[in-house]
């Protein structure tokens, strides 16, 4: 691999491998940093790496698995040759051009040389849901915890459901979730909801809802699937449990843009703030995905943006080189 590439994609999600296949059909030949599996829940290939069927994803009659879903965007984007390094990106510098991406094992402190440089780069880092930090959490995700009721809702039909979080995202994917739970119980460490007015007044309408409140999750139960929770009252402290057939975990995302901080604009939650499609305040840098939208969060609409972050980075190459060669002819 050629250490000055026209196109470096970091992460290696729907947004990323789609902005790898687009860029790969143009020739110019990027080159996907996808990451490594780390115990925080970070996954080369995105959040679909931990979702079991996937059924609303367009063209797939039947469901697919999360993990096969990737596995296809993969190997289309390594047939038009996109370069793939499994590898985590330690640090990146966009205050000059080209700009510079070290990985780890290569870090300015061993090396004061990047380990690529690269005249454009596509921000596909994607976004984390936030967990409980319980032991039982991540072997029960895809088997009951679940952190999107979108994604998930349609196989937990007649099932009593648990929703955590008191905010107007827990209290939609609670709403949702009863066009096909028996109940859906929601869970909230405070006394009262943090969501807007018109969503509160949604839920306590609803026959389906229950709430459990001054309660947090302490245990969930189950071994190839979650059959329950323990819950502690936060005011008493005496413990319950509570019987269920799946657990909604809705407190909240985090955008990877550690690496951009300082960097790139970004809102006030972390979100990396594009422009005129998938521009960033850096010129040259393109965002994509979840790591830039913190309302739709669907592999769809990330593999749309990964897409448009593409075609984005190619106008701009050939314009930067227009640029350039005018400027050669008239020098």
Known sequence: MSNIRDVIIVGSGPAGLTAAIYTARANLAPLVIEGEPSSTGDQPGGQLMLTSDVENYPGFVDA???????????????????????????????????FSVWTDGNTPASSPEPTFQTRSLIVATGARALLLGLPAEQRLLGRGVSTCATCDGFF???RHLGVVGGGDSAIEEALFLTK?????????????????????????RNPKLDFRWDSVVT???????????????VIT?????????????????????????????????????????????????????DVQDSVYRQAVTAAGSGCMAAIDAERW?????HAAAQARSHA
Not at 91 to 96: A, C, F, I, K, Q
Not at 267 to 273: A, E, F
């Open 64 to 98: 697919v698995m999360g993990p096969d879903l990737m596995g296809t965007f993969r190997a289309q984007a390594a047939r038009f040759g996109a370069d793939i390094l499994t590898n985590k990106v330690s640090r990146v510098d966009l205050s000059s051009r080209p």
């Open 156 to 158: 937990f039909k007649e």
């Open 180 to 204: 096909f739970a028996k109940t859906v119980t929601v869970i909230h460490r405070r006394k009262e909801l943090r969501a807007s007015k018109i969503m509160q007044d949604r839920a306590f």
């Open 219 to 233: 245990e969930i139960h189950g071994e190839g699937s979650v059959t329950g929770v323990r819950l502690r009252d």
């Open 237 to 289: 402290g005496e413990e319950s449990a509570l019987e269920l057939g799946g657990l909604f975990v809705a407190i909240g995302h985090a955008p990877n843009t550690d690496l951009f901080r300082g960097q790139l604009d970004m809102d006030q939650n972390g979100y990396i703030s594009t422009h005129d499609g998938s521009k960033t305040s850096v010129e040259g840098v393109f965002a994509s995905g």
């Open 317 to 321: 190459l050939e314009a930067a080189e």
